[in-house]
């Protein structure tokens, strides 16, 4: 099910959720600027609405917040949030560990809304990881991880995407949120395998790509040089990646990094998949930061993001930029919404 909005482009039936990210940090600010992006989409926000109101009222803008709960009728001319309480008094670009408690509680109640159906997808505002950690949550270690463990699955694949010059460039990770000493044990043939069929199958599955091609970096500097510089690849890359091929699986690779991210290359593929955070997400967010979104990969439901931090130091000022959110935004919208489904 879809509904039309007033200028005849079809939106998800159900709303989407929009979390606030830490209260201290810009997220509110975009927040509030990027609601006259969306005039009539079914936007909810979730976080706190006095929170909000402040900063509204700091940064001058005149949007009017509505109460809303779960199975209320959305207004178009107010910007809708399910308040959720930050947990202490909030003052822009001081970040505090007592609101911790807070943030986790909204993004439990957008997953948690996404998988009994309140939500038909849910965009996040960035989080200060440290500071969820010291206000009692140590095991924290970022959006994606604690996504994966409120829907109950083993594995979830994080990717970055960007339209530089209007071609989406597509970067999936293979590990995330781990010290660099403890990558290559991480790249296991399990492990490898999960990976790429969870891109495969969301890139199929949420993407609309009947036959996604996907292209694998190596691990080493020129892809081991054969096994001069390290071994994952004969070990572990190239015999998974052959078994994956065997199955009917599209993939290149895999190939060295520093040459990898030609033109030519990204045109015949759809993804690339990079064996660790520091090694294709640099390239991406050169070609496209501040326009990039973050979207998890794996989940029984969509979930995109932005592709910058809490910026602490832009909370309230007025400087901080919509366009990432705005972009994570309109993917969730057109992935929720499967007739109207785009290429983002």
Not at 110 to 128: E, H, I, K, N, R
Request: glycine share 10%; hydrophobic share 40%; aromatic share 4%.
């Amino acid at each position: 099910m879809s509904r039309t909005s007033d200028d005849g482009r079809r939106t998800p039936a159900r709303p989407i959720a929009i979390t606030c990210g830490d209260p201290a940090g810009i997220g509110p600010d975009l927040l509030l600027g990027m609601s006259e992006h969306f005039p009539d989409a079914p936007l909810v926000v979730i976080g706190d609405a006095f929170v909000l109101a402040d900063r509204a009222r700091l940064l001058g803008l005149d949007v009017t917040l509505s109460d809303w709960h779960p199975g209320d009728e959305l207004t178009t001319d107010t910007l809708p949030v399910w308040h959720t309480p930050a947990g202490a008094v909030v003052v822009p670009g001081e970040p505090a560990t007592a609101t911790a408690k807070g943030t986790v509680n909204m993004l439990t109640r957008a997953a948690q809304g996404c998988l009994d159906g309140t939500f038909s997808a849910m965009v996040t505002a960035p989080v200060a990881k440290n500071i969820i950690c010291e206000g009692g949550y140590p095991a924290f270690t970022g959006h994606t991880e604690f996504l994966a463990e409120q829907a109950g699955v083993d594995q979830v694949v994080m990717m970055l995407t960007a339209a530089p010059g209007g071609r989406a460039l597509r970067v999936a990770l293979a590990t995330t949120h781990l010290p660099l000493s403890e990558v290559a044990a991480a790249i296991t043939p399990d492990g490898l395998t999960r990976t790429l069929t969870i891109l495969r199958n969301d890139l199929t599955g949420k993407y609309r790509i009947p036959e996604p091609r996907i292209l694998v970096l190596g691990l080493n500097p020129h892809a081991g040089e054969g096994g001069h510089l390290g071994r994952e690849e004969l070990d572990v890359i190239i015999p998974t990646l052959e078994r994956l091929r065997g199955e009917g699986m599209q993939l290149t690779g895999p190939l060295p990094a520093d040459t990898a991210f030609q033109p030519h290359l990204l045109e015949q593929h759809d993804a690339v998949l990079a064996m660790y955070h520091d090694q294709g997400l640099p390239v991406l967010k050169y070609a496209g930061f501040g326009e990039a979104i973050n979207i998890t990969l794996g989940l029984p439901f969509i979930r995109t993001s932005v592709d910058h931090g809490t910026a602490f130091e832009l909370a309230g000022t007025g400087k901080a930029k919509a366009g990432s959110l705005v972009a994570a935004t309109r993917l969730a919208l057109n992935l929720a919404t499967p007739q109207d489904a785009q290429h983002d």
